[in-house]
């Protein structure tokens, strides 16, 4: 601080900053790229390790055997499915029944804003089935959760079969100090909700349900169970929750723990772990592994029926089984033993899941990254902005602003409301001109809502800087300048805030948006640049997650294909953010696109 | 024990050629049972020398103890002829063991052990010295601090009255005390303080975390049982403990209070091994003043030790269908607790009229009928005192073989249930339910709720709703809480309408504690204890109000005064709230950071603000001083 006291010596450091500032940020661009390219590097990482006491030590010792008897009860489910053309409620509720459960069943019912064409659902009603296995002698207080959704067709049947036979055992033990409430739930997410509000009593996405009857105190963790095959090769733990939320790192820990004790393949984003981090095919699948996840956390929708549970402070994961023709087998005994291993784990836990991080990423399922280590990457990107700030004519204008005779306050006040209703408009419009869009041009719903979407992203490129001229005329060389430090500052914030919430979007968002932001001006090719800030708009860098992701997935697509996947994006979005409270669409269309007007805002500025 | 056990082989292949007519599948079970019984017969000096000293020294004062208390019964009737009735001591014991097969297919086992004791001590200048019957750590406890009447429970698991039906004596989770003192003490909280911490010592159990912030004074739910009509309730203190886990260090206290121990009479099937082993398990303590005889001339205390325990059809039968006394206690029943005056084993056949429910063997003829929450119902009886009822063998190990399966939800009359509402750490809501569940009548119900202090109750916000209607308590009873002091204690009369549900609500902010105040386990999360449903209701069958000697123990616990309806105390699950809670993982880190953003950031930032900056004039060295001078003589301008 003697530093910034010593007048002298701040003009120094102001007039480093102002004389290289252009190659600091390049630096400080490079520098965030390259490490968080390097926090895939397995030296750089950390070993997962088991944080809670409670679960470590203890191995159980795991005898559920009845495999074979839940994959035929998976055929008879699989029949009475197919005979009450959907879910089986009064099957399952005689099934739960007879195993010793207290059954309860919810119906809920929901109309989409709009119809769901990737699952074809409009008008959605169904049930949902739950059984409480109550603990001997404990008051009710404490619960944890075990879920398998009655998908359609004949998927997961084995999941529910598994379910019920593992019910069936732990009925017969007598070591429970927590209730186990094993439910089935129907029309996946949207089922799963409504159970979540209804056992909370809240009503957050306007879902019309029934009062749920029976309850178990507090839910300290929940498991998602998907299986669709008799034997499969390898498990997949899936964490991306709603809002990139993340369950606690112990719960894949303790996940990969039993996967290692009982000889399981697992995987974590379909990608198995790789021994040899030190050529450079073992550090392109941990980057690739890692990736994927940031790809995943960044949309920001729950990526299996656990993502809606930790809202509720609930840790969840979703373990996923994956048949792929390989050689390895496991049988539904091993998945029900490994299941029957990490109940009993969970049913030992004094406290909530608390004691390891909420925060990470993970190259592989044995190594992670901590919110310490991946900060830093941000912080590099995020720095630039506040750099840009310091720029001397910004500084300047800024102090002259702020007197109340100069203009440059109310200058800047035109681009800012307007690109802001734009977004308003871009929040609202989709959805509720729907209708009008319908009758006007011949495409269904959803088509019409992706449409208007994009329709206002581009009308919104040639409004603001058109009426902010019609309005004040040409504007002054003060104006963009007060106008880029009001967005520079704004950015800065919305990026920080977004990345110390979920991460991986805050540094996607920063990657694309920063380099543009940094250093526009008026005064440089018009053309160029407005094709380079349309390449590097909000949307596009959804477009382009969408051909990484798929590439990602070893299923690259074509362009044709790319741009319906990118429709489906925005319109899924869109009905994550109506269904289920997901913030990444509002985020966009509300700040971040806004934010962005204004820098296209000073390219046409005079 | 193995080679004890091959000396009796003989006596076994004995024993089992001759059950083999009796039954085929508890054989074995039996077999065992009668080694044992042989071994305690043939060998009892044997047998009390291996249980060691003290135990030895314990049935042998207690045998000299139960021919002193006859030899005084003896005593007292002949001299009772020659001098007053009231100089008679009258101590009585009697046990009672109930066994209720359940509509879920558990089985529910109620024993009542019932001491009545001949003195009245609070009368003025009376001193007590000698217990016979009544265990004397108690009587001093009554004696000193002056208690009326005395009720606790310790109770590990939920009562599940939507499977199991109403309990003879209800009891929430964990540990409930309450206490009527005597209108004479004059420090109310001195005495419940001391007295907690005696009891803490007499049950081991965590009693002395009773202490003002968990203490409540109900001013209706809670009324003396007993004689006398005390209405006053700066007299009576109330509190729960939610967390407090009970096993067998609390069971052998308890057991100790008995005249005869766990040595004989029904006492004997109290094996911490298998109560344990079960679904629900609580045990109790009441004393309270009662009439000696049905004219009520003169009082007596009775100390009423309870024990109900549900056993799992599932986690013990090991998928058969079929209980036994062996099978649930690990032991058979061979005499009544000599002392006793009676002793007796009731089941509960009311469901089972033609046997198609399920089996009981042996059979007895000897019938009883009660009247008891609402319903009459049939008992089978076994009296313990009579030499025929163990029969052949010597031991009474009755079996019940299910045939029908149960299963469905019972719709018990009144039933509730509460649950936290809401997410987050900010604020929650307390949700209540009630269900009134018969067809026509409505009742009212009192419903007591005694919350922490840091749960912040917001009281304008507490709705009662039946059938989507606002219903008005016609009675509210509120004592806020004061922060660290108090607890919140609520108490409203709500009329129920006949079949209905009556949801009451009331929303709370979760306080942010001081660091200290976090208990070890800050995310396991903080109990609410239950709240407490009482009620009158209305009875199917008319209630027997007239109170006779030879009534059942568990049918003549709560006095009846009407006969239309019945009273019932139901409890609610308790709650498990989560508070904000700091990251005590790393203290030291969160210590450090802070003190060095508040020194660098706030000091840097302090000076930066104050201080006024002016570019100071530099002094100019000697030399440079010295031309100047000369350059100011001369007239020339001065160097800087």
């Not at chain 2, 449903?533 to 568990?554: G, R, Y």
Request: charged share 15%.
């Amino acid at each position: 601080m003697g530093l910034l006291s010593d007048p002298s010596r701040r003009k120094v450091l102001t007039g480093l900053l102002t004389r290289l500032n252009t190659p600091i940020c390049i630096v400080c661009y490079l520098a965030g790229i390259v490490w968080f390219m390097g926090l895939a590097f397995e030296p750089f990482t950390l070993r997962t390790y088991m944080s809670e006491n409670a679960m470590g030590s203890t191995m159980v010792e795991e005898r559920f055997s009845s495999g074979e008897r839940a994959l035929s009860l998976a055929k008879e489910f699989d029949a009475h499915k197919r005979k009450a053309g959907g879910m089986p409620v009064e099957w399952l509720v005689k099934a739960m029944q007879s195993r010793g459960l207290e059954v309860f069943t919810q119906s809920f019912s929901r109309k989409l804003p709009f119809p769901d064409e990737n699952k074809e659902r409009y008008m959605v009603r169904g049930t949902n089935v739950y059984g409480i296995l109550r603990a001997p002698r404990a008051p009710r207080t404490e619960a944890l959760v075990i879920t398998a959704p009655c998908s359609p067709g004949n998927t997961n049947n084995q999941a529910v079969a598994l379910l019920l036979a593992l019910a069936q055992y732990f009925r017969n033990q007598i070591y429970w100090a927590k209730d186990i409430i094993f439910l089935v739930n129907e029309h996946d997410l949207i089922g799963t909700q409504a159970w979540l509000e209804g056992y909370h009593h809240t009503n957050i996405t306007g879902m019309e349900y029934s009062p749920l009857q029976g309850r178990a105190g507090s839910i300290q963790a929940a498991l998602s169970l998907e299986l669709s095959s008799d034997v499969i090769t390898s498990l997949d733990l899936v964490l991306e929750g709603l809002n990139g939320q993340l369950p606690n790192l112990d719960l894949a820990n303790l996940f990969y723990a039993f996967c290692q004790k009982l000889g399981v393949l697992c995987t974590i984003q379909g990608k198995l772990q790789r021994n040899d981090w030190d050529t450079a095919e073992g550090y392109t699948h941990a980057a690739q592994t890692m990736m994927l996840m940031v790809l995943k956390q960044a949309c920001g929708r729950s990526w299996g029926d656990h993502g809606l549970f930790l809202r509720y402070h609930i840790e969840a994961a979703s373990v996923r089984g994956i048949n792929s023709f390989r050689h390895y087998k496991t049988d539904a005994t091993t998945i029900g033993r490994l299941l029957e291993g990490m109940v009993r784990k969970l049913n030992n836990l004094l406290e909530r899941l608390h004691q390891s991080y909420f925060f990470y990423l993970l190259p592989s399922l044995s190594r992670f990254v901590s919110i310490g280590y991946y900060m830093p990457a941000f912080g590099l990107l995020a720095v630039i902005l506040l750099l840009r700030v310091s720029f001397p004519g910004l500084c300047h204008c800024f102090s002259v602003s702020l007197q109340p005779s100069s203009p440059g306050v109310l200058t800047v006040l035109t681009p800012v409301v307007i690109s802001h209703l734009t977004g308003v408009a871009l929040y609202l419009l989709p959805v509720h001109l729907q209708e009008m869009a319908v009758e006007h041009f011949p495409v269904s719903e959803t088509e019409a809502v992706v449409l208007t979407a994009i329709a206002i992203y581009t009308a919104g490129l040639a409004l603001p800087h058109n009426t902010q001229r019609l309005l004040s005329g040409e504007g002054t060389e003060q104006g963009w300048k007060v106008l880029k430090l009001t967005a520079l500052l704004y950015l800065a914030v919305l990026l920080g805030c977004t990345a110390l919430i979920n991460f991986s979007l805050g540094f996607i968002l920063a990657v694309t948006l920063v380099p543009i932001t940094a250093s526009i001006t008026p005064h440089m090719p018009k053309a160029l640049y407005a094709l380079v800030m349309v390449l590097l708009s909000p949307a596009f860098t959804i477009l382009y997650c969408v051909f990484i992701y798929q590439e990602l997935i070893e299923a690259p697509v074509s362009v044709s294909e790319g741009w319906m996947l990118f429709l489906s994006v925005i319109s899924q979005g869109i009905l994550d953010h109506a269904l289920y409270g997901s913030l990444v669409y509002p985020l966009l269309a509300l700040f971040i696109y806004p934010c962005w007007l204004m820098f296209w805002n000073i390219l046409f500025w005079n | 024990m193995a080679a004890h056990r091959c000396g009796l082989s003989l006596v076994f292949i004995l024993i089992f050629s001759s059950l083999a007519c009796h039954s085929s599948c508890d054989s074995l079970e039996n077999a065992n049972e009668d080694t044992e019984e042989k071994q305690s017969v043939s060998d009892t000096p044997r047998e009390v020398n291996s249980d060691g000293s003290i135990a030895a020294e314990d049935l042998n004062e207690r045998r000299g103890r139960s021919t002193d208390a006859e030899l005084d019964r003896r005593d007292g009737t002949r001299t009772s002829e020659a001098l007053t009735p009231a100089a008679a001591a009258r101590d009585e014991f009697q046990e009672e063991l109930v066994i209720r097969p359940l509509h879920s297919g558990d089985i529910y086992a109620s024993f009542q052990f019932r001491t009545l004791w001949d003195t009245d001590f609070l009368q003025e200048g009376q001193k007590v010295s000698h217990y016979r019957l009544f265990p004397k750590s108690l009587g001093q406890v009554l004696s000193k601090f002056s208690v009326r009447e005395l009720h606790i429970s310790f109770t590990q698991g939920f009562w599940r009255t939507m499977q199991w039906g109403q309990p003879f004596i209800p009891s929430p989770p964990g540990a409930e005390l309450w206490v009527w003192f005597h209108d004479t003490v004059s420090d109310v909280d001195g005495n419940w303080k001391e007295l907690t911490n005696v009891l803490s010592g007499i049950f081991c159990a965590s009693l002395n975390f009773i202490d003002l912030t968990n203490t409540v004074q109900p001013s209706a739910s809670f009324k003396p049982l007993g004689l006398g009509n005390a209405t006053d309730h700066r007299f009576l203190r109330y509190a729960t403990l939610p967390r407090e886990i009970v096993c067998t260090e609390n069971l052998t206290p308890w057991k100790k209070l008995l005249p005869c121990g766990s040595k004989a009479g029904l006492a004997v099937l109290l094996k911490s091994e298998k109560l344990f082993h079960s679904s629900f398990h609580s045990q109790a303590v009441h004393i309270r003043p009662v009439c000696q005889d049905e004219q009520c001339t003169s009082k007596a205390w009775e100390l009423r030790q309870t024990l109900n325990v549900v056993f799992d059809l599932y986690t013990a039968g090991q998928g058969k269908k079929e209980w036994s006394l062996f099978k649930m206690f690990s032991r058979t029943l061979t005499e009544a607790c000599p002392l006793a005056t009676s002793s007796k084993v009731y089941v509960d056949i009311t469901d089972n009229p033609e046997g198609e429910l399920f089996e009981l063997s042996p059979a007895t003829p000897l019938l009883s009928q009660a009247v008891v929450l609402g319903d009459r119902r049939t008992y089978s009886v076994f009296d313990l005192t009579r030499a025929e009822t163990f029969g052949q063998l010597r031991s009474l190990n009755l079996l019940l073989r299910w045939k029908g399966d149960g299963g469905e939800m019972l719709r018990p009359l009144l039933h509730a249930e509460r649950y936290v509402a809401g997410f987050g750490l900010q604020t929650g809501e307390i949700h209540t339910v009630i269900y009134n569940n018969h067809p026509y009548r409505a009742f009212p119900v009192l419903l007591m709720d005694s919350v922490p202090w840091y749960l912040q109750l917001y009281i304008h916000t507490l709705t009662v709703t039946s059938k989507s209607r606002d219903n008005k308590p016609s009675y509210i009873h509120y004592q806020p809480a004061k922060d660290r002091h108090r607890p919140h204690l609520l108490e409203m009369l709500i009329q129920l309408p006949p079949h209905s549900m009556t949801e009451v609500t009331v929303q709370f902010e979760r306080a942010l504690l001081k660091w200290t105040e976090y208990t070890p386990d800050p995310n396991h999360g903080f109990y609410v204890g239950s709240s407490v449903v009482s009620a009158l209701v209305p009875s199917m069958v008319a209630m027997n109000t007239n109170f006779t000697q030879d009534q059942p123990l568990f049918s003549s616990f709560v006095p009846v005064k009407e006969e239309s309806s019945y009273f019932v105390r139901v409890y609610t699950e308790p709650l498990l709230v989560n508070l904000p809670t700091p990251d005590f993982s790393m203290p030291y880190n969160v210590i450090c950071l802070t003190c060095t953003v508040v020194a660098v950031g706030y000091g840097s930032f302090y000076n930066l603000l104050t201080r006024t900056f002016q570019v100071d004039e530099p002094s100019l060295p000697l030399a440079k001083r010295l031309a100047n001078l000369i350059r100011r003589i001369r007239g020339v301008p001065l160097l800087t």
